[in-house]
């Protein structure tokens, strides 16, 4: 069982930056697992971000160049920095985990982490 508490976010401006942080439950080893980071606004389906699958990292197109995923295995935390940040950012933000994924996209489906956090919401003014 792994429990993932999120922290960070805000209200901000529109060019402001943010760290979102996702925080692994005491004895999880954060190496161990890819770990993703989600998004939602009323009424829309759940929008992959960004994944650290294991060594490697990926992004949706809106936000590469903007955002960066990193991981901080001591601290058990993987950290989401967003910089530049648009009105378009804001939602609800939500870090997972998983194991394992069946094959080599499953990173951006939500149903493909097993653990997940309550999630941070994010807000940008313009």
């Known amino acids: 069982q792994v429990q993932l508490v999120e922290s960070g976010g805000g209200l901000v401006q529109a060019g402001d930056s943010l760290r979102l942080s996702c925080h692994a439950s005491a004895r999880t080893n954060i190496s161990y697992y890819a770990v993703g980071w989600f998004r939602q606004t009323p009424g829309k389906e759940r929008e992959f971000v960004a994944v650290?699958?294991?060594?490697?990292?990926y992004y949706v197109e809106s936000v590469k160049g903007r955002f960066t995923i990193s991981r901080d295995d001591v601290k058990s935390t993987v950290y989401l920095q967003m910089n530049s940040l648009k009105p378009e950012d804001t939602a609800l933000y939500s870090c997972a985990a998983t194991s394992r994924f069946s094959s080599g996209y499953d990173y951006v489906r939500a149903t493909s982490y097993i653990w997940w956090g309550q999630g941070t919401q994010v807000t940008v003014s313009s």
């Open positions: 650290l699958n294991w060594e490697d990292e």
